[in-house]
């Protein structure tokens, strides 16, 4: 119960950091009106829209009285078309939570068995090739493989679209291009992890029950190098986000990432902000699901050593 | 019923060219007895062990000689039915028994699965089958504490659900390789007695494995001593004690410190025990040798009625006392 109230009250504490550096860097960035309005319009008409959107009144009276709406569930309004903010970054989020959960299922479930197996035949030509293509996989930029993909299967091959959402066709591309370098990545961890698991002397005792590879692998040694290789699971969500948002703008996927960059190009405050309250309450979730996942893994964790035992 | 002769381990290193890590082991357990293996760090007890309980780690392999148990050798059958042999019959237990513990598994699942897998018993048969050897090792409560942890249990705790696992599925010969070693006085005394009164119960021969003469005497009916890879002297523990041949014996048993006069320095061997790549060319044990002759220094003596050394007929160790 302590655990829950420590672990929420960090989470509202984290939440109100991002909210406030948000608000205050994207007001130091310069006037909305400048990037909304056309250049020629007289200041009449701009002090009209200021006063419109309370840009007139000193910043911290804004600043509170957005913290008071916020408290209400009101995220404010799009300074590019009066709609409720929340509703229209709401209406992005199953195209991005669909972008980014197949890029991780396919990182996953390419990562993971690459790393066994070449933690398994280490030092061999396999594992050499797999962390070779891992090399590949994790150095290689977003954007470029994004573009690249596109040259070869859109512009040559013709075979996949290049931007849009409308298809099971059009989500092939966006997510093998963020999945790649997680792929590639998860194929490291899980190999290092793996290797020092190996190494360990109860996999000896394994051995010497007269276990067999198979069962070695899946029942002693992956329990234990799943446990580090899920920590960083946690970290990566982030890096997920950050990626998507790139993603989506090369491949023109109606998600947030898109919504994030043509609001920032726009100053469009109001969407911003609640994309990036969204994506801080996101990385929490990750990292408190985490937390509870290495508790349920590792009973060191889970049951702490009884006081009668030394 | 374990009978290794001449047996050598070879580690094909990726640089640096193969080496021997074990030259020539010959060695002998029956039921009901106890073989005590002696050495140094690094003379090869460890990997002697490995071998004949077929763990030996990647890229070493038993490169010559027999290891024969009940009647065939293990050596030279397929691995797949060498295995087989071993995982029916052999057992080891090792000096971490704490490390040796599956950190996520609860005691109770390891030990249940050695039963599974040791003689093909069911679930429900194995889990009870592993309260009963938990209690049978002398754990208090071992209902409760099969659903424990490793992290939840003393070092001492950790070894007995250690020899529970090995012991499970009754096994014909157990492997204790420094079963005892991280343990304090007193518990080290409470497992000795474990594994030889499960020895006699169960009729399991042991292979105990020890750098502490200290331990022999209690625990072994016959001891192997083993320097820089080679077996150098077997005897029966008493004739060993009472009368060492080979002049590392000697030195050995001076170096204890019970042997020593009170006040004295104790008593020990000059010189340090050979890498394995750079041995000298004939007996390996002849640079630290007070008795070393030109022979010694040209050739290995072979082992003949339990001792590897060129002064085995001439000398007479009681005449002899060993360097001070």
Not at chain 1, 26 to 51: K, N, Q, V, W
Not at chain 2, 168 to 185: C, S
Not at chain 2, 245 to 259: C, D, E, K, Q
Request: glycine share 8%.
């Amino acid at each position: 119960m302590l655990w829950f109230l420590t672990k929420t009250l960090r989470a509202v504490i984290t939440m109100w950091l991002v909210v406030t550096f948000v608000f205050f860097v994207l007001r130091l960035s310069g006037d909305p009106t400048m990037m909304l309005l056309p250049d020629d319009i007289d200041e009449a008409t701009r002090d009209f829209y200021r006063r419109l959107w309370g840009l007139d009144r000193p910043i911290m009276v804004q600043y509170w009285s957005y913290l008071g709406a916020l408290l209400q569930g009101d995220f404010g309004i799009s300074f590019r078309n009066n709609l409720d903010a929340f509703g229209l970054v709401w209406d992005r989020v199953p195209k991005t939570a669909l972008l980014t959960g197949t890029a991780l299922l396919i990182s996953l479930a390419i990562g993971i068995p690459l790393g066994i197996v070449a933690a398994f035949y280490r030092d061999s030509w396999l594992d050499r090739g797999v962390m070779a293509v891992s090399v590949f996989g994790f150095s290689m930029p977003n954007f470029f493989l994004g573009i690249l993909l596109i040259l070869v299967f859109s512009l040559n091959l013709r075979v996949l679209p290049s931007s849009g959402s409308g298809t099971w066709a059009h989500l092939i591309m966006p997510a093998a291009t963020l999945g790649v370098s997680f792929a590639a990545q998860f194929a490291r961890y899980t190999r290092s992890s793996m290797i020092d698991v190996l190494n360990k002397s109860y996999m000896r005792t394994a051995r010497s029950k007269g276990a067999g590879p198979v069962r070695r692998v899946n029942l002693h040694a992956l329990p234990n190098a799943a446990i580090p290789v899920v920590t960083i699971l946690g970290f990566k969500v982030g890096e997920l986000l950050g990626g998507a948002v790139i993603t989506e703008t090369v491949f023109a996927w109606p998600g947030i990432g898109r919504l994030l960059t043509n609001s920032v190009a726009a100053r469009d405050l109001a969407v911003v902000q609640c994309i990036m309250i969204l994506l801080a309450l996101t990385m929490v979730l990750a990292n408190t699901i985490t937390d509870l996942a290495y508790g349920w893994l590792d009973p060191r964790v889970r049951v702490g050593a009884k006081a009668g035992a030394r | 019923m374990l009978h290794v002769s001449s047996m050598a381990v070879t580690i094909d290193r990726r640089r640096g060219g193969p080496v021997r890590p074990v030259r020539e082991a010959t060695l002998a357990v029956e039921p009901g007895r106890t073989l005590a293996l002696v050495g140094e760090s690094g003379c090869g007890k460890s990997m002697t062990c490995l071998a004949i309980g077929g763990l030996l780690p990647r890229r070493a392999r038993i490169s010559a000689g027999q290891v024969m148990f009940d009647g065939q050798d293990l050596a030279a059958l397929p691995p797949e039915a060498a295995q087989q042999v071993r995982r029916r019959h052999i057992a080891s237990v090792f000096q971490d028994a704490t490390g040796g513990l599956n950190p996520v598994r609860t005691i109770g699942w390891q030990v249940a699965e050695a039963v599974r897998l040791r003689a093909g018993a069911t679930r429900a048969e194995a889990a009870r089958e592993a309260v009963r050897l938990l209690g049978r090792v002398g754990l208090p409560d071992p209902e409760t504490r099969a659903r424990e942890y490793p992290h939840q249990f003393s070092g001492g705790m950790n070894q007995r659900a250690m020899i529970a696992l090995a012991v499970a599925g009754n096994p014909r010969l157990l492997i204790a390789d420094e079963a005892t070693t991280a343990l304090d006085v007193t518990l080290q005394a409470q497992i000795l007695d474990l594994i030889g009164d499960l020895r006699d119960s169960l009729g399991m021969a042991v292979l105990f494995v020890t750098h502490d003469l200290g331990l022999v005497a209690q625990s072994a009916e016959d001891v192997a001593v083993m320097y820089a890879g080679r077996v150098v002297e077997t005897a029966p523990v008493a004739d060993l004690f009472a009368a060492p041949r080979h002049p590392y014996t000697r030195g050995l048993l001076s170096a204890l410190p019970r042997n020593a006069a009170p006040e004295a320095r104790l008593a020990t061997i000059d010189g340090v025990v050979p890498p394995i790549d750079e041995l000298p060319a004939g007996c390996a044990f002849a640079p630290r040798c007070l008795q070393a002759t030109d022979l010694c220094r040209a050739t290995d003596p072979a082992l003949e009625r339990g001792l590897a050394c060129h002064h085995g007929a001439t000398s007479d160790p009681r005449k002899e006392e060993a360097p001070a």
